[in-house]
């Protein structure tokens, strides 16, 4: 680890509370770096995915690192929380396949409704609208949040390692240990596992450096050099059309936008919370500044070019390396800035590894296989033999996996939570904003 003068260790203390935290500087900047590079993979990503939008590839991914650095680095230092923010999985995928190429909307215009879509999170959480939900959320549907959100990435470790593949009667099925991939994958979580047993500081980094060197003399990952010229911004920057965004059809999509973003940051604030023992007594303390960074970034990522920008679940990844503050979040931020002059090395690690028509990413895979791991051990929180508490923990468990959606899992127990307290005779125990939450949750279904 690399030494740091006194006088700027003394002074990050101080800033981040470590001490006070249970953590140091070199746990910290462990678990940044550990986050980051589980989260690498949407530099890449996220541009081959807009650019079938029909933007351009370089200047997505330039404004992806600046607006991820952006939200990283308000998270460290205004909610002082080890919490990642990125460009969300699965909301790029509706920007570019149902609203630009299923509806036939410019992408200009779909990212003025991100962008108008940031602003109403801004108000939402100034408001603390966004911050009495998660005060709301039942403790066992809290834990029953993280414990599914591992379930989530677990099975997105497996399939992006080639453990688990796609099937055409069965869903999914296992994969052939005989590929090299799978293969690797496997032995990854066995070493990281081998090591967290062991209890090695820093096993989860140890582990990803190991299959770095690896990977490469076995052609998983190619080395391409070190340092390039960052990618120009031209493209994409300050692009997006605002005129059309009060047609009814673009009013639509915006309230997906902010309801997607409300449940996917909530649900992950939950469960790295849980994780990291944050909650305490049911509350996120310091919940709204935690909430204002995914809105800022959001609204500046409209303007640079790319879709919402959302709290990471790969956060857990620096959680459970040791990091417990924003300093880790600090160390994300600014290694999504460096990566701009780092493209190559990054690339090699969170790149993937091409296979027939796949993309698999065998060197970061382990992490998430892993951390879900760590985060099913919530499941012992819950009383299962509370029917009104179980049942709705239950339902998000598998909904989160298996819609691979947390908004979408969320769905499931906030639905059903409040209808069961009414029929089972507590309906007037219930907090009216669970039923507001439910319905809004029905009116997002019957508009999708």
């Given at each position: 680890?690399?030494?740091?003068?006194?006088?700027?260790?003394?002074?990050?203390?101080?800033?981040?509370?470590?001490?006070?935290?249970?953590?140091n500087v070199g746990t910290e900047?462990?678990?940044?770096?550990?986050s980051f590079i589980t989260a690498s993979y949407i530099i890449f990503v996220q541009p081959a995915v807009l650019s079938q939008a029909g933007m351009d590839f370089g200047s997505v991914m330039t404004a992806t690192c600046l607006a991820s650095a952006l939200g990283c680095l308000l998270m460290g230092l205004l909610a002082n929380y080890p919490?990642?923010?990125a460009p969300g999985m699965g909301i790029n995928f509706y920007?570019?396949?149902?609203?630009v190429i299923g509806q036939g909307i410019p992408w200009e215009t779909a990212l003025g409704a991100v962008f108008i879509s940031g602003i109403l999170l801004i108000i939402l959480t100034l408001l603390r609208v966004r911050e009495a939900i998660i005060v709301l959320i039942p403790n066992a549907m809290k834990c029953g949040i993280a414990v599914g959100i591992g379930l989530f990435i677990a099975f997105i470790g497996m399939t992006q390692g080639g453990l688990v593949v796609d099937h055409p009667?069965?869903?999914?099925?296992?994969?052939?240990?005989?590929?090299?991939?799978?293969?690797?994958t496997l032995f990854g979580v066995t070493l990281m596992g081998a090591l967290l047993y062991r209890k090695t500081p820093g096993a989860i980094l140890i582990g990803l450096l190991v299959l770095t060197a690896l990977a490469v003399p076995l052609g998983l990952a190619e080395f391409k050099g070190i340092i390039s010229s960052p990618?120009?911004?031209g493209g994409t920057w300050m692009k997006m059309e605002l005129g059309a965004a009060f047609d009814l059809g673009i009013v639509t999509i915006i309230a997906v936008f902010v309801f997607v973003d409300i449940f996917d940051t909530a649900g992950t604030l939950v469960g790295v919370g849980q994780q990291g023992g944050f909650i305490k007594d049911g509350k996120l303390p310091r919940a709204q500044r935690a909430l204002?960074?995914?809105?800022?970034?959001?609204?500046f990522g409209a303007s640079a070019g790319v879709s919402t920008v959302v709290c990471y679940i790969e956060s857990s990844a620096g959680v459970a390396e040791g990091g417990r503050t924003g300093l880790t979040s600090v160390v994300a931020g600014l290694l999504f800035l460096f990566s701009l002059w780092f493209f190559p090395i990054a690339e090699m690690i969170g790149g993937g590894y091409r296979q027939g028509d796949l993309t698999l990413y065998p060197i970061t895979a382990p992490v998430l296989i892993i951390v879900g791991c760590m985060m099913v051990s919530q499941c012992v929180k819950i009383n299962w033999s509370a029917w009104d508490e179980a049942l709705p923990a239950y339902l998000i468990i598998c909904g989160i996996p298996f819609t691979y959606s947390i908004a979408d899992g969320m769905a499931l127990g906030f639905i059903s939570y409040p209808l069961i307290q009414l029929?089972?005779?507590?309906?007037?125990e219930c907090h009216w904003g669970l039923y507001a939450i439910a319905a809004a949750f029905l009116v997002r279904f019957a508009w999708a």
């Open positions: 680890m690399i030494a740091i003068p006194q006088v700027i260790e003394t002074r990050l203390k101080r800033w981040f509370a470590l001490e006070e935290n249970g953590t900047i462990r678990a940044g770096l550990t919490i990642l923010l920007f570019t396949y149902t609203v009667d069965a869903l999914v099925q296992m994969g052939d240990l005989r590929d090299l991939p799978a293969l690797f990618p120009g911004i204002l960074p995914d809105a800022v970034a959001t609204t029929l089972g005779g507590k309906g007037r």
